[in-house]
């Protein structure tokens, strides 16, 4: 994604999700406006931070098609672009106009450069790329998931009225599916990479996925204020 959002420092809870895996049709959880705006502001924000990189990772995708040759590779990225697509319309029904990112062009060039350029130097780099993507990914939707069972089980132990909390299971399996199909990702271009090559290339591609890594970081960032 692009550089897609880690919420671990609104998200106070870093432990991963032992949740069995949600399977598979999450359909789009049914958010109307008054509902979203009594979901706590710490989810707003982080739902904003995976709508900005669910439309950066549909422009990764594009980026890597407008410059990709190989027929391997143009697979792989529209494989990945369909899932991705459906991701951005499954969090575009929950996340109202005015919660989005003010800075989606920016998130979707980013999104298209951190496809096109590892695109330039090869098929490897692409599926390093992705690896370091989706990892940060992965955890950024496991922290989420783990914040929404923290503050489930919070409000049932207090027995704190929540008027969100009829959204909250919803929202739950959409992350989690979400999640599930970036692990997919992850795996795919991670086998498909294999070795780094000799070590200039091994330096390139390190330099470039740590990149990526704080760029994905800096994004979330900066995505749950604007
Ligand atoms: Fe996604
Ligand atoms: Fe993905």
Known sequence: MV??????????????????????????????????????????????????????????????????????????????????????????????????SRLLPLWRLAGWLTGALPAMLGDRAVYATIDAVET?????????VAWIDHHTAAATAAGRPDTAAAALPALRQLLERCRLDEVQHRDDARARRGSAGRWPQRLLVW???SLVGSGSAAAVRVSRWV
Not at 66 to 94: K, M
Not at 136 to 144: E, P
């Open 3 to 100: 550089p897609c959002p880690g919420p671990r420092r609104s998200l106070p809870l870093t432990t991963r999700t032992t949740a069995p895996p949600d399977t598979p049709a999450a359909g789009p959880a049914a958010v109307d406006a008054s509902t979203w705006r009594a979901l706590p502001s710490a989810l707003r924000q982080e739902l904003r931070t995976d709508h900005a990189g669910e439309a950066g990772a549909v422009m990764i995708y594009r980026g890597v098609l407008a410059l990709a040759r190989s027929p391997a590779l143009r697979d792989f990225a529209r494989h990945h672009l369909q899932t991705e697509q459906q991701h951005l319309d499954l969090i575009e029904a929950v996340v109202p106009l005015a919660g989005r």
């Open 136 to 144: 940060f990914v992965d955890q950024h939707y496991a922290d989420q």
């Open 207 to 209: 330099g470039w996925t």
